[in-house]
T-cell receptor
């Protein structure tokens, strides 16, 4: 069974500081990996995804993530935090097999707070 | 493009009442799914569908029912609402390229 672990339910950084949100997954086959962001009272928006190919993936709003198979990790980073980055972030894994219906398995989420 | 549309946005139910959460997508996606979001638990899959006429259970299916008569629509039915079903519900549709598109959510309170 797949699972996703996000380390830290709350992360607080100062504006301009590095953002690092951690995600580890377990999967018996190479999965597709995603980061989604949720702003208050809104739905989920895709930040970036890893399917195949280059392991360093760049997304929207200056975020990027690196797929490390040996560490089963897909950590999200941004060099310099902005106040508008304050939101909840979800890591998710998907097995691309038709019988699984492209189901996403989500981590518990990390709330990012940005201090001025 | 409308994308994924969920209605209603807010709903208050009394224990034992039934209701249907509506979800429609206009992207011709095969895969659709329903999730519930609870604090500290992320999103958990309730039911999903791989195409019209085909549905299956997810992680937390008890108390919910679905059907998929058309590609566009995937309603979620609460059979007899319970306070434990107080949550935010999200519908998603997925293209072959794997990106899931989410609706804006339905905030349900069962009293």
């Amino acid at each position: 069974a797949q699972s996703v672990t996000q380390l830290g339910s709350h992360v607080s950084v100062s504006e301009g500081a590095l953002v690092l949100l951690r995600c580890n997954y377990s999967s018996s086959v190479p999965p597709y990996l995603f980061w989604y962001v949720q702003y208050p009272n809104q739905g989920l928006q895709l930040l970036l995804k890893y399917t195949t190919g280059a392991t360093l993936v760049k997304g929207i709003n200056g975020f990027e993530a690196e797929f490390k198979k040996s560490e089963t990790s897909f950590h999200l980073t941004k060099p310099s935090a902005h106040m508008s980055d304050a939101a909840e972030y979800f890591c998710a894994v998907m097995r691309m097999e038709k019988e699984y219906g492209n189901k996403l398995v989500f981590g518990a989420g990390t709330i990012l707070r940005v201090k001025s | 493009n409308a994308g994924v549309t969920q209605t209603p946005k807010f709903q208050v139910l009394k224990t034992g009442q039934s209701m249907t959460l509506q979800c429609a997508q206009d992207m011709n996606h095969e895969y659709m799914s329903w999730y519930r979001q609870d604090p500290g638990m992320g999103l958990r899959l309730i039911h999903y569908s791989v195409g019209a006429g085909i549905t299956d259970q997810g992680e937390v299916p008890n108390g919910y029912n679905v059907s998929r008569s058309t590609t566009e629509d995937f309603p979620l039915r609460l059979l007899s609402a319970a306070p434990s079903q107080t949550s935010v519900y999200f519908c998603a549709s997925t293209a072959g390229g794997a990106e899931a598109f989410f609706g804006q959510g339905t905030r349900l309170t069962v009293v």
